[in-house]
């Protein structure tokens, strides 16, 4: 069978930029969305050069401008948009609704991936602390929109990715392992589920062509990633041979502290909402349906940093 054609769309973005290289490395003819918004953003310009030269079509195509939109979705099978979402960088999660609207108008899209990649936002619309709930809230305004115009698609449930929390140790606002000392989450006991991004774009792309996904939740819980914060720190230790100090957070000084971002670890570390579920009938776990993709696991992640 044909591999399908994927227009991959935020794709110079920290997550885009993965999905097109494991789209391009899983044989797929692949599209990438070239915005001219970006102007004279010279490192964004680069890697879409550098996509071009290793296989990619370029598309020009804009959310201003929404024909540009329905034409490049047009020339595909199937469309991943990681548009951002994080706050501390930006949160453009509602423009989605213009592609939306383009994939119903074009008709022939046979899979839409929206811009999900983190906590199953259907299982914590009611229980997020706020204010990062808006995230999810806003990613189930998108779901609502895909479902009721009857677009098939998968959504990808990707939990931590490793570079913001295995990195920083899971202390909110680092993404460097200290060496000295390190901020525990309560009894720093509670677990959660990292993922290396290179891994959630190959399990992402895996999906598109498989009729097991096919309008479900992918969640990527590699079982030797699903790790307390406590672990994660032993992990680090003993890569750089040392005994952090540890300081303990409770709920309580965290939740007083509350920034945005801030309240998505809280969620993960104190409240456990990662790892407070069985998947089920609902869904899929990505390393039991590819077991041939050899998974970074968190300590081979973490010898990045020695
Ligand atoms: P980025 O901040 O890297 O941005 C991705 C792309 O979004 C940009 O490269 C750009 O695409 C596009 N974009 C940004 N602003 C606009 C705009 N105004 N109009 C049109 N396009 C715009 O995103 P991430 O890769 O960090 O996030 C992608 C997804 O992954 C989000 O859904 C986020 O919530 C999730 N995520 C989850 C994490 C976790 O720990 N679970 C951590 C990080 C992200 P272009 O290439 O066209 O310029």
Redesign the pocket.
Known sequence: MAKSKVLI????????RRLVKASLAQGHPTFV?N?P??GVDIE?VELLISFKMQGAHLVPGS?NDYKSLVDAVKLVDVVVC?????HI??H??L?QLKLVQAIKEAGNVKRFLP????TDAARVLETATAPGNV?FKDKMVVRKAIEEAGIPYTYVS????AG??VGGLCQFGKILPSTDSVVIHGDGNTKAIYVAEDDIATYTIKTIDDERTLNRTLYIRPPKNVLSQRQVVQIWEKLISKELQKITLSKEDFLASMKVGASHYYDVLHEGCLTNFEIGNEGEEASQLYPEVDYITVEEYLKRYV
């Open positions: 769309i935020g794709g110079t973005g920290y997550l885009g969305l915005r918004d970006i964004k959310f990681a548009i951002s979402g994080v960088r930006s453009n999660i423009l811009s999900e990649f983190g995230v990707a939990n931590c990715v913001y929390f």
